[in-house]
């Protein structure tokens, strides 16, 4: 087994306060997003130029879109983006994780 570091120590200790896991997940989340948009652009043998110019977008909002997808990507927009690499959006809903409650002393 791995011995465990500083780093997975202070991992761990962060992650275990909720606020900073949902944050840290959120980010996780839209970067998938960012990366499937990448991936889907390249298997298609799109550049970012060809693939803005076919949803009426500039190369650099693609750019910033497969780097940064948490930066004010609207619903419409990944409707657009996905369309044009020939996928359907599809929106699954979840049950949210319980919060661990405190107890009043």
Known sequence: MKKQTNWD???KSQMDDPL???VVDDELG???IGIQVAKLRQQKGLSQ???AAKIGMSAPNISRIETDPSSNLTLNTLVK???ALD???AIVT????????TTKS
């Open 30 to 32: 839209a970067l998938r």
């Open 9 to 11: 120590r202070y991992y």
């Open 94 to 101: 979840r049950p949210r994780r319980r919060k661990a409650r």
């Open 81 to 83: 983006l996905f369309g």
């Open 87 to 89: 996928c359907d959006v």
């Open 49 to 51: 130029t060809q693939l």
């Open 20 to 22: 900073t896991k949902r």
